[in-house]
C-alpha cells in the first residue's frame, strides 16, 4: 500500500514554511496587513484573516498568538523600519508588504536601512529579516474584467536586485517557495521573497512536511535540452517550460533554467548551459529597462562570447504600465508563443 | 500536381551545370514550353522550359551548381504548395522544426547542406564584415577554414556553427592532423615535438599547394637606377631604407596597374581586392612571420622602410599584434642577403601573387651591344594560375622592372616633402 503524494499550493508551502520555522525557533515573528485578523471582531468568530493574497499566514494568529503574529497599520514604513530594528536586535522578522508595487512607501527602510546596516556597523550587526511580498500579473485571458491593473500587477524585483545588501529569492513551485522561504528565516542578512500572485494554481505540487531549504543563489535546471537555453524567472519559469513542450513537438530540444535567486545570480550553472546549447533566450516579467533579462543576457554575452551561435535574446513585458484590460494584460507578458518565436527566430 | 523542373541532361559530356538565372520571379504565371530559366554547361547556354503551365517556384538560385536531373524549381497549379522533398530537408540539428518557415529558408537549407558550390561569400555584408556567430567565428578559426569561403545558413546569412561544421566535414583540415610515424633506425641527436609556429607554417604551406596552381615567372633586371635612387634616399633620410621598401612599393604600383592578380578564389568567386597590403616574409626565431604593411601603394619609401622597420622588429621579438599580420593582399620575400639568385617562392594563401627577390649583384650584361658589369637583381613571381595566365602574370612583372629602370619615376618615389 503506497502513501499518496502529498500536494500544496504554492501559498499553502508557504503556509507551512511560516509555521515549522515559527515552531523551530520562538524569535520567528512575523507582521503585516491583515496578517493575523480582525480586531474587534472576535464576537463574530473572525479571529483569523484572509491571509494576504496567498493566505500565507492564515491560522498563524491560533497557533503562535498576537505577540509574534503582528497586525500593523496600512504603514509599510513604520512597519518595516520595526523590522529593521527588530532584526538588528535579535528577532528574525518575517515582514509582509502585500504587493511590492508598494515597496515605494517602505523604500529608505529596505535599501538604506536593511540592506546597509550590517556594513555601516562595520559586520557587527546581522540583520535576519525576511520581506515577502506578492508580485506579478495573471497573464492570461481567463482572469475575465482584466488584472489588477497598474499599481498592484507590478513586477520591480530588478529595483530590489539592483540593491547590494540584499538578497532576492523568486520561487515558482509549492517545492522551492517552501525551501527557499525557510532558507531566507534562517539567512543572517536581508532577503527578499517574490511570490507570484498566480502560482496559486500552475504550482501546487509535492511538498515534504518536514522543515527542508533549497540554497539560496543556486539555480535549477528544470528540463534538459540541447539546442536552446532558456533563463526563467519564477512563473516565466513555466511559460519556458510549456514553451519547450511547443519547440520538442517541432524537434528543437529547449534546457529551462530556473533562475529561483536574482541576486545572487548563479551565473555559473547559466553559462555553463549555453556553453552547451549555444542560444540564449531569458524570459522575465517585469519591464524591459535596466532588467534582470538584460543583466543575465549581458553576463552570458560577456562570459559565454565564444560559444554563441546567435544573439541572446531577453524577453521582458511592454516598457508600459500593467494595462487593466484583460486581452491586453495577456498581451503585455511574456508567454510561451512569445518564447517559440524568439527561439525560431534564433535558429532560423 | 507539382511539376518538377530539372537539371535537363545535354548528352554524356555534360552532366553538371550551372543555374545562371531564373527568367522570370517566383510567382509569375508560366505556360507549358516557355522558358523560364537558363543553365550554363561546361559547352554552351541552354534555356530550360516550363514542364506545364501554372505558377513558377524557385528552389535553387542563381548560381547554384547543378548535377543532372536535380530539382530546380516547380511549375505549381492553382493553390498548390510546392512539395517538400527529401533535399530540402537540412541535415543540421534543429531541421524539423524549421519545415514550416519559407520556401526562402528551405532554399537557404538546400544550399547549406546539399551544395557545397553554391557556397559563396553571401554572409559579406556592410564594409566587407562578415556576418559569423562568435561560435562559428571560433570554430572556424580552430579548424582552419576561411569564413569568406562559407555560405551563412542562419537568420539574415549569418555564418553558424552547424555551416562550419558542414566545411569541416568537407574540407581537409588544414594543419596536417597527423604525418605518418617513420620507423627511426637512425641515431637519433634530437627530438623536438613538431608543434607551435613549425607546424603552422607547415599547414599554412600545405593549404597553399593542394589548393592553388603556382607557377614562378623569373626576369634578370637591372638595378643600377634602384642601387642609385636608394644612396639618394639613404642620403636625404640619413638613414638606411631596406631594399623591400622599393620592393614593397614597386609591387604594390603595379598591382594597381595589373589588378588580378589583387585577388582571391573565394567560394565560386574570383575577388578582385581594392586594397593594397603588401606582406613581407620576415625570418624570426624558429619560423616565419609575414608582417603586412597596409595601403603600400600610397605610401612613400621612406614611410614604408620605416614600418618594415617597427614590423620586424616587433616580429623577431616576438610580440607582433593581430593587426600586423592580418589583411595582405600579396607579399614579397627576399633571400638576396643570403646569396640567393633565384628561387620558386610559395604562395602565402589566399593570396594569388609573392614576389622573390634574389642578391643584387653586378653582372656583365649586354648594354647595347657591348658588355658591361652592371648591377642585377633576378625577381622571381610565384602566381595562382587559377586566377589568372601566364601573359598577365609577365605583364605585371614587366610592371615592377619597367618601374626599376624609370629615372624619373624612382626620383619622385623617393621626392621627400
Known sequence: ?348 | MAAPITMPSFGMYTADGTLVSWLHPAGTAVKEGQPVLEIETEKATHEVPAPASGKLHHVLSAGAELKEQMIIGYVLGEGEKAPVTVETRTPAKSGSASDTGSSRRKEAQISSGKSQSLLTSAATGDGGWIKASPLARRLASERGIQLTSLRGSGPGGRIVEADVLAAAGRAPVAVPAGNPVIPISWRVRERIPFTGIRRIIAGRLKQSQSAAVSLTLQREVWAKQLTEARAELNHKTGASVPFDAFFVKFLALALRERPELNAVISGDELVLLDEVNIGFACSVPGGLSVPVIHGADKLSIAEIGKRIRELAERARAGQSKAADLEGGTATITNLGGFGVDGFTPVLNPPQSSILGIGRILPRPVSDSGIIRVLPTVWLSLTFDHRVTDGVPAAQLLDAIARQMNDERHLQSLIETR
Open chain 1, 1 to 348: 500500500m503506497s502513501t499518496p503524494i502529498r500536494e500544496l499550493s504554492f501559498g499553502q508551502a508557504i503556509n507551512e514554511a511560516l509555521r515549522l520555522e515559527m515552531r523551530r525557533d520562538p524569535t520567528v515573528i512575523v507582521m503585516g496587513e491583515d496578517i493575523a485578523g480582525a480586531a474587534g471582531r472576535e464576537h463574530l468568530g473572525l479571529s483569523d484573516a484572509w491571509g494576504g493574497p496567498m493566505r500565507a499566514t492564515r491560522g498563524l494568529i491560533k497557533e503562535f498568538g498576537a505577540a509574534r503574529v503582528i497586525d500593523t497599520p496600512i504603514a509599510e514604513m513604520g512597519f518595516t523600519g520595526m523590522a529593521v530594528g527588530a532584526a538588528m536586535t535579535g528577532l528574525r522578522p518575517v515582514v509582509e508588504i502585500m504587493f511590492v508595487d508598494l515597496i515605494g512607501v517602505c523604500y529608505d527602510q529596505i535599501i538604506n536601512q536593511a540592506a546597509k546596516m550590517h556594513y555601516m556597523m562595520g559586520g557587527k550587526v546581522e540583520l535576519p529579516m525576511v520581506i515577502r511580498t506578492a508580485y506579478g500579473t495573471r497573464g492570461d485571458k481567463r482572469s475575465y474584467g482584466g488584472g489588477a491593473a497598474a499599481q498592484h500587477s507590478q513586477t520591480l524585483y530588478s529595483v530590489l536586485a539592483h540593491i547590494p545588501g540584499l538578497k532576492v529569492v523568486v520561487p515558482s513551485t509549492a517545492y522551492n517557495a517552501k525551501g527557499l522561504t525557510i532558507a531566507a528565516i534562517r539567512d543572517n542578512g536581508p532577503v527578499v521573497v517574490m511570490e507570484h500572485k498566480f502560482l496559486g494554481t500552475s504550482a501546487k505540487g509535492h511538498v515534504p512536511e518536514e522543515a527542508y531549504t533549497v540554497p539560496i543563489g543556486k539555480c535549477e535546471i528544470v528540463r534538459k535540452g540541447k539546442d536552446v537555453t532558456l533563463v526563467g524567472i519564477g512563473r516565466m519559469t513555466h511559460v519556458c517550460l510549456e514553451a519547450a513542450t511547443t519547440l520538442a513537438a517541432g524537434g528543437i530540444e529547449a534546457e529551462v533554467v530556473d533562475v529561483l535567486t536574482i541576486n545572487p545570480l548563479d551565473e555559473e550553472t547559466i553559462i555553463e548551459s549555453v556553453k552547451r546549447t549555444h542560444r540564449c533566450v531569458v524570459v522575465d516579467e517585469d519591464t524591459p529597462v535596466c532588467s534582470m533579462a538584460r543583466d543575465i543576457a549581458a553576463r552570458v554575452g560577456e562570459a559565454a562570447f565564444d560559444f554563441l551561435d546567435a544573439p541572446v535574446k531577453a524577453i521582458s513585458s511592454a516598457d508600459t504600465p500593467v494595462p487593466f484590460a484583460a486581452v491586453l494584460e495577456a498581451n503585455y507578458t511574456p508567454n510561451a508563443d512569445k518564447v517559440v518565436a524568439a527561439v525560431k527566430e534564433q535558429i532560423g
